[in-house]
Nanobody
Framework: QGQAVESGGGLVQAGGSLRLSCTTSGRASRTSAVGWFRQAPGKDREFVAAINWRIDSITKYADTVKGRFSISRDSAKNTVFLEMNALKPEDTAVYYC???????????????????RGQGTQVTVSS
């Protein structure tokens, strides 16, 4: 089996920054892409960002976070980061990372595409 474990969530004021981490292990470390998704209370889960594992210059962002969020990876640590800047109250959600084991170029944006999913980490942005 494999795992994807998120960390780094918390409470931050609007305009502030947070960095989320997603560390993979086992089968999840043999990944082709890692994506971040989020789900706010009462809303559907939505795509945030994704990165191709082997070619880290290949990334994809949701329009709502483009220019504010940045995704990167440290292959030596099997970890993907989501740097979130200029946070807004509407960014409040549970953030999930997910691993796509198949080769996908560009990275996919559908939750169902991803094979291994984390448990999520809460991000709360106060106004």
């Amino acid at each position: 089996q494999g795992q994807a474990v998120e960390s780094g969530g918390g409470l931050v004021q609007a305009g502030g920054s947070l960095r989320l981490s997603c560390t993979t292990s086992g089968r999840a470390s043999r990944t082709s892409a890692v994506g971040w998704f989020r789900q706010a209370p009462g809303k559907d889960r939505e795509f945030v960002a994704a990165i191709n594992w082997r070619i880290d210059s290949i990334t994809k962002y949701a329009d709502t976070v483009k220019g504010r969020f940045s995704i990167s990876r440290d292959s030596a640590k099997n970890t993907v980061f989501l740097e979130m800047n200029a946070l807004k109250p509407e960014d409040t959600a549970v953030y999930y990372c997910a691993v796509d084991l198949a080769s996908q170029l560009p990275p996919k944006t559908a939750w169902s595409t991803y094979d291994i999913r984390g448990q999520g980490t809460q991000v709360t942005v106060s106004s």
